[in-house]
């Protein structure tokens, strides 16, 4: 399952989370920053932790400095919320962290998953070492295929919650443990991420994951 869901996405992981208004010259507020820190053991270890809004770069695509945030989809019959944060380890490739969950609103909690074809499952990705300007690279990807993730509070434009679990490379082989994860982000509506495509204003790797959700 994960590497018929992620191999070919990952493959084209060109990551083009763009700008703070949308196409139609809507909403222009700065989107405020966001933070997502874990710890992790396994394969890999270490910690996590980043800060910071997004911004656009000129021609497309993000900045590559540390940012956070969540983004709310209304897709026709399921609502759901899609999280991206990265944290730059050189000056062309970071770390980057991806989620896609159900928006049942506060104290939800959400089973993490390879295979989310039941209610109430999330998805997340962990990607080590990536370019998000490359349709090809080195990185190392990790799916989370057990734990939980939980929506601590939704409230003036923002999102918090935990997250756990154990995350698997592609190939089932390499494990890591992830643990004592927070976020604390700006839940911006979909229409704020101009895209080409109006329906996918996101990240393809955020699209694919959000479009394997259980309809609810």
Known sequence: ????????TLAAAT????????????DNTPIAAGSLAFSYTGARSGTYSTSG??????????????FATAVKFNDPGQSSIGVIS????STSTGDEVIFAFPSSGVGQTSVLTDNCNTAGCALGLIV??????????????FFLTTGTL??????????????SGTAEDLAGVQTITVTNGTFDLPLIDQSRFPSLDRSAPTTPILQRLRGSLAPR
Not at 128 to 141: I, Y
């Open 1 to 8: 399952m994960k590497t018929g869901l992620l191999a070919a």
């Open 15 to 26: 990551v083009v989370l763009v700008g703070c208004k949308d196409s139609t010259g809507g």
């Open 53 to 66: 809004a997004v911004a656009e770069r000129s021609g497309g695509g993000f900045v590559k400095q540390q």
């Open 86 to 89: 990265y944290f730059p380890v």
């Open 128 to 141: 080590f070492d990536t370019n998000p300007d490359l349709q090809e690279d080195s990185s190392e990807p």
């Open 150 to 163: 939980q929506v601590s509070a939704i409230s003036g434009g923002r999102i918090t919650g935990t997250f």
